[in-house]
């Protein structure tokens, strides 16, 4: 079992920047694949980072450039730089982790944090 706790979401400006972080423990995390998906009020979870466990990155179009995912596998901790924030990106944040599957579809993820709420204003 894989347990992951959010933290770092809060009020943010358009244009600032916030640090998501999301520490795993239970098993050694360096073995599994990591996502962020937000999930904005009467809309559906998406996809917008993930990182293999080997490092290898993936973003969605509308945060490319803009945001930025990374793990520090000796703390067991994924993170998510978000900057040039914009209205549009506020959501609960959630972190997924899964041990075979990468990608954009939030079923290929078994374990899940509570969410970190992002408010980003105008």
């Known amino acids: 079992q894989v347990q992951l706790v959010e933290s770092g979401g809060g009020l943010g400006r358009a244009g600032g920047s916030l640090n998501l972080s999301c520490p795993a423990s239970?098993?050694?995390?360096?073995?599994?694949?990591m996502g962020w998906f937000p999930q904005a009020p009467g809309k559906e979870r998406e996809f917008v980072a993930g990182?293999?466990?080997?490092?290898?990155?993936d973003y969605v179009d509308s945060v490319q450039g803009r945001f930025t995912i990374s793990r520090d596998n000796a703390k067991n901790t994924v993170y998510l730089q978000m900057n040039s924030l914009k209205p549009e990106d506020t959501a609960v944040y959630y972190c997924?982790?899964?041990?075979?599957?990468?990608?954009?579809?939030?079923?290929?993820?078994?374990?899940w944090g509570q969410g970190t709420q992002v408010t980003v204003s105008s």
């Open positions: 997924a982790a899964d041990r075979f599957h990468t990608g954009p579809d939030h079923l290929d993820y078994d374990y």
């Open positions: 990182i293999s466990w080997t490092s290898t990155t």
């Open positions: 239970g098993v050694a995390s360096s073995i599994y694949n």
